[in-house]
């Protein structure tokens, strides 16, 4: 089986930073793209930024010079630093990774459970 964890969510202050964590494990064969979407109340699940094996980035419009992403393919971690904070930035944040699985042949899709973040004063 392979999972997804998420960490580093909570509360925090408007203009305050968090730094969200996603560590992969299981029977790995390969890792692709893994990123960070979010999701809103009564709104739908949005692509915040995503990291390629080779490290290109993509972020949000919305996130741009304030999100960062990266990771760590010997850990198979991937981090979201997410500086300056506003209050619609608060959702709950999934973890995504495009993954093949050992002993399979075809790259698929797998989800972390999701993290709160909430800013608020």
């Known amino acids: 089986q392979v999972q997804l964890v998420e960490s580093g969510g909570g509360l925090v202050q408007p203009g305050g930073s968090l730094r969200l964590s996603c560590a992969a494990s299981g029977s790995i064969l390969s890792m692709n793209t893994m990123g960070w979407y979010r999701q809103a109340p009564g709104k739908q699940r949005e692509l915040v930024a995503d990291?390629?094996?080779?490290?290109?980035?993509n972020y949000a419009d919305s996130v741009k010079g304030r999100f960062t992403i990266s990771r760590d393919n010997a850990k198979k971690t991937v981090y979201l630093q997410m500086n300056s904070l506003k209050p619609e930035d608060t959702a709950v944040y999934f973890c995504?990774?495009?993954?093949?699985?050992?002993?399979?042949?075809?790259?698929?899709?797998?989800w972390g459970q999701g993290t709160q973040v909430t800013v608020s004063s």
């Open positions: 990291i390629s094996r080779g490290g290109s980035t």
């Open positions: 995504h990774c495009v993954l093949v699985k050992v002993g399979g042949s075809v790259w698929d899709d797998y």
